[in-house]
């Protein structure tokens, strides 16, 4: 495995897949990676990515306009619609559904988040799904948009694909072979989400967010944004910086699990929404994660004899412990009050 370097230049040079910055955020063109002409390149400019900032603008990742398009309509079309409505599909034990607003808190002491969102995962052509895990459940498609789980589902797909080969070049970037991260991913516990933001005020300061500031629960995010805006990352300094829309890019960054599996070396770096442009805006997020069964542990990483800071934890076992702490209607069904 090769060394690790702790520091990201910032300077838009460190591997040929890195095309220019957009701030203090890289662009990485991935298509080298995809089509194998020159995936070592690309693994070079994620893993100094991944070291700091721990986000990434992806270029290059193969998603057709119209996919991405046909996602964005469904999911406003789906939010536009009344709370009747939506709460015909609000959000299952395992997770699927509508999410309404106020039901995610990222951190206490501050507001409810002013978000909502509709989430979903895969599920094979009849629409099945395996009951193998609280966190995997039947999809809850809303029968008056009987469009939307074609287009829900095309996006999944696309952007998962997206995320395998991410992985793949994170473990090229780390010495690994390609496959490391995959090696238990034939029922992964990848989600997707439509998510919303409504336009918000200056009011309640520095306590209401449209997402709080957090870091992401699993092993990687692969999100698109919309033209908005309202994105904000934390330096390694504290300071907060914009995460700007950059056309024809994806957003990528590292999450807790991601971190935890290269002890740190890889940064989950703390994010936020504050939308105050005057309009609604959207992202389509897609969260993946391999079979919950997967051991997150920094020996498989970096030897046997290795002495991580943290233990090793199972990846299903990790997600409901942070779902449980983030998302209120996980604790009103164990108290009986929902």
């Known amino acids: ?23 203090a955020i890289p662009v990485v063109d991935i298509q080298a990676l995809r089509d194998g002409r020159n995936p070592q ?21 193969g998603i057709p306009d119209a996919v991405i398009d046909a996602a964005r309509a469904c999911a406003l079309d789906f939010f536009r619609h009344t709370e009747a409505d939506k709460s015909a599909v609000s959000i299952s034990r395992e997770h699927r559904g509508w999410l309404r607003r106020g039901a995610a808190k990222m951190q206490d002491g501050l507001d409810a988040d002013l978000k909502e969102s509709f989430i979903w995962g895969h599920e094979d052509a009849a629409g ?8 995997r459940g039947a999809n809850r498609w809303p029968a008056f948009m009987p469009k939307m789980r074609a287009a829900a589902m095309a996006y999944y797909h696309h952007a998962h694909r997206v995320a395998v080969e991410l992985m793949r070049g994170f473990a090229l970037g780390l010495g690994l072979e390609r496959g490391f991260f995959l090696r238990h991913c034939a029922r992964p516990l990848s ?7 409504p336009p918000q005020d200056g009011e309640n300061g520095n306590r209401s967010f449209g997402v709080g500031p957090h870091t992401d629960f699993g092993v990687l995010t692969v999100l698109c944004q919309d033209r908005v805006g309202g994105l904000q990352v934390q330096s390694a300094g504290g300071e907060w910086m914009a995460a700007p829309p950059v056309a024809g890019t994806l957003v990528v960054n ?76 996980r604790n009103e069904a164990r108290d009986g009050s929902a």
């Not at 370097?5 to 220019?20: L, P, Q």
């Not at 002890?263 to 897609?286: C, F, Q």
């Open 41 to 61: 390149a690309v693994a070079d400019a994620l893993h100094a990515a991944s070291q700091d900032p721990g986000f990434i603008y992806i270029s290059g990742h």
């Open 191 to 197: 989600r997707a989400s439509f998510v919303y933001y």
């Open 1 to 23: 495995m090769r060394a690790i370097e702790r520091r990201w230049s910032g300077d838009g040079r460190s591997g040929a897949g890195t095309a220019h910055t957009a701030g």
């Open 254 to 329: 590292v999450g807790d699990l991601l971190a935890r599996w290269t002890d740190g070396a890889y940064r989950s770096t703390p994010h936020r929404v504050i939308n105050r442009s005057g309009k609604e805006r959207l992202s389509l997020v897609l969260a993946f994660d391999p079979d919950p069964e997967t051991a997150i542990d920094a020996r498989e990483v970096f030897g046997a004899d290795y002495q991580p800071r943290e233990a090793a934890i199972r990846c299903g076992d990790y997600l409901l412990w942070r779902f449980g702490k983030s998302f209120a209607y």
């Open 128 to 135: 099945k799904t395996p009951a193998d895990h609280p966190l």
